[in-house]
C-alpha cells in the first residue's frame, strides 16, 4: 500500500505543468533539483533544464565567462556552466618563503557577493601543501566577514589546526600533494552586495623550518 500511495504522488507529481515544475524547483537548492531528477523522467527533463539551473547562477555570470580562461561554449547548458563555476578561487597562491621566527602568517582573500549564486551556502577551504617534513604550523583562527554597501553585515570565527590528524575529516588530500582544509561557511541572500572576506591568521606559533604553498582559499556550495 505504501508503494502505491508513493507512486500516485509521483504521478501527480509528473501530471503538473512544466511551468509549475519549473518554478518549484527553481526556488529549491542544486542538490534538491539534482535528487529530483530520480523521481520520474518527467521531473528529470524539468530538472535538467536552463530555466531551472539560471535561478542558480550569479546574476553577473555573463561578466563571469568573458573572464574565463576557458571556451564558455563548451557549455552547452546551464547546469554544465554552473557546475564549472561552482568551484572559485579568491587567491592564486605563490610560494609563501619562512617566516622570521616572531612572526605569524595572515593569509585574506576577497571577492564581491554579486559573483556568487545567490540563497546558497558556500564552505572556504585553504588549499595548501608544506615543502618541509619537520616542524609544524600551529593552529590559525579563521574569520568570515561580509561587509554589506550600507554598513550592515556580520562576522564569524573558527580556529582550526592546520595539521589535524591524518584520519581526520577535516583535512583532505588532492592531487600533486596539494591538501584542503574548511575554514569556515557563510550564506548569500537574495541581491546581497558588498564583500565577502576570508581572513585565515596564524594563533599559535608554529615551528617553522621549511616554507608553505598556497594555492588558494577555495569557495563551493555546501552539499
Request: hydrophobic share 35%; with cysteine.
Amino acid at each position: 500500500m505504501e508503494r502505491d500511495k508513493t507512486r500516485e504522488e509521483v504521478d501527480f507529481l509528473s501530471a503538473l505543468p512544466e511551468c509549475l515544475l519549473t518554478a518549484v524547483l527553481s526556488r529549491t537548492s542544486p542538490r534538491d533539483v539534482c535528487r529530483s531528477s530520480a523521481v520520474s523522467k518527467e521531473l528529470r527533463s524539468v530538472a535538467e533544464s536552463d530555466a531551472v539551473w539560471k535561478r542558480f547562477l550569479p546574476s553577473n555570470h555573463g561578466d563571469i565567462i568573458s573572464g574565463l580562461a576557458y571556451d564558455p561554449v563548451a557549455f552547452s547548458t546551464k547546469k554544465q556552466l554552473y557546475e564549472s563555476l561552482t568551484e572559485i578561487v579568491l587567491d592564486d597562491g605563490e610560494r609563501v618563503p619562512e617566516p622570521p621566527e616572531e612572526r605569524l602568517f595572515d593569509l585574506k582573500g576577497k571577492i564581491e557577493a554579486r559573483l556568487l549564486s545567490p540563497e546558497t551556502t558556500y564552505v572556504a577551504y585553504l588549499m595548501f601543501k608544506t615543502w618541509a617534513s619537520y616542524g609544524s604550523l600551529g593552529r590559525a583562527k579563521t574569520c568570515v566577514r561580509f561587509a554589506g554597501k550600507k554598513g550592515d553585515g556580520y562576522e564569524t570565527t573558527n580556529i582550526v589546526n592546520l595539521e589535524p590528524p591524518k584520519s581526520s575529516h577535516h583535512l583532505r588530500k588532492r592531487t600533486e600533494g596539494w591538501m584542503e582544509i574548511a575554514l569556515g561557511e557563510f550564506f548569500t541572500g537574495q541581491g546581497d552586495n558588498g564583500e565577502v572576506e576570508i581572513r585565515l591568521m596564524e594563533v599559535e606559533q608554529g615551528n617553522w623550518k621549511g616554507v608553505i604553498s598556497v594555492q588558494g582559499i577555495v569557495l563551493r556550495p555546501k552539499v
